[in-house]
């Protein structure tokens, strides 16, 4: 595949870098000649995105023929449709749609090669309160869909999000330990964790033996989406410092968002190469 060297680190795409105008071979394309090692597919909370859960295996073979020609491979799968739909909500309804989403996502993943499903930290929507009811249900919930992910090879992790319930790392560490699984680790953000006020050096010290990819991004506090690189807080050059010296090796999804006033390969690219440079100033790359 295109991008991979032993020993070196993988740098993905989030597919919501590219305008939704684009098709999966200008998409895979595009990132190749930007220079990632892999994308990152979404299924956001869009009832579009959602839909490609049931695709039939024709679709899913094409798409995997795609990736394999271009050497692009879909190597993660940032499933935040469950910000919509949280598997811990009073709502059973939304709670069951939540449960069916991430089996779908699983058997989908499988299908397609994905190694690891990032699980959105939410446990309610955004009108429920947060409550210990809540956090339990979607504990018990994620178990159950981890007994088929675990058959089937496919890692969930949960990712730290703008929200109190998993705004650090240690929440998500409850559920790690609680389950304790292989097959449940943990996606880290380290922009979601500066722009939540969080310690990064200290979260990512302490739970970095259960981290499998990290999601890089730039923000503010307070600000978690749509802050440009290098227009932000977050302190790169200390967080790769902190994944080296703890031997972090997973894959690494630069998350960014399109915009249709601009040119987005040129952003994409000058992006890589941005953060590159930090990789390079922490003998990371």
């Not at 690891?116 to 159950?144: P, R």
């Not at 969080?198 to 739970?207: E, F, P, S």
Request: negative net charge; glycine residues 8%.
């Amino acid at each position: 595949m295109a991008g991979f060297k032993n020993g070196k680190l993988s740098i993905g795409l989030y597919e919501k870098a590219f305008p939704d105008s684009l098709n999966w071979e200008e998409k895979l394309l595009s990132a190749r000649d930007a220079g990632y090692s892999f994308m990152e597919l979404s299924i956001d909370e869009t009832d579009e995105r959602i839909a490609r859960l049931k695709w039939d295996i024709a679709k899913k073979k094409n798409l995997r023929e795609f990736s394999e020609k271009i050497g692009i491979p879909l190597l993660t799968m940032c499933l935040s449709a469950n910000r919509r739909f949280p598997i811990g909500s009073s709502y059973h309804d939304i709670q069951k749609k939540g449960m069916e989403i991430i089996i779908d996502a699983i058997w989908f993943a499988f299908q397609l090669g994905i190694r690891i499903v990032q699980i959105a930290g939410y446990d309610v929507v955004a009108e429920e309160e947060s409550t210990d009811l809540s956090k339990v249900t979607f504990g018990m919930n994620l178990k159950e869909c981890l007994n088929l992910a675990a058959s089937l090879g496919v890692m969930l992790a949960i990712e730290n999000v703008d929200c109190e319930f998993t705004d650090s790392l240690d929440k998500i560490m409850r559920y790690v330990k609680d389950i304790n699984s292989p097959w449940l680790q943990i996606y880290s953000d380290i922009g979601n964790l500066t722009a939540m006020n969080q310690d990064v050096t200290k979260q990512l010290q302490d739970y970095g033996n259960h981290i499998a990819a990290i999601h890089i991004k730039d923000t503010r506090s307070g600000i978690a989406r749509n802050v440009p690189f290098g227009e932000g807080i977050v302190d790169f050059i200390s967080a790769f410092n902190t994944l080296r010296n703890i031997g972090f090796y997973g894959p690494m999804v630069l998350e960014m968002w399109a915009n249709g006033k601009k040119d987005n390969y040129n952003i994409i690219k000058d992006s890589k190469e941005w953060i590159d440079g930090k990789l390079k100033r922490s003998y990371y790359l």
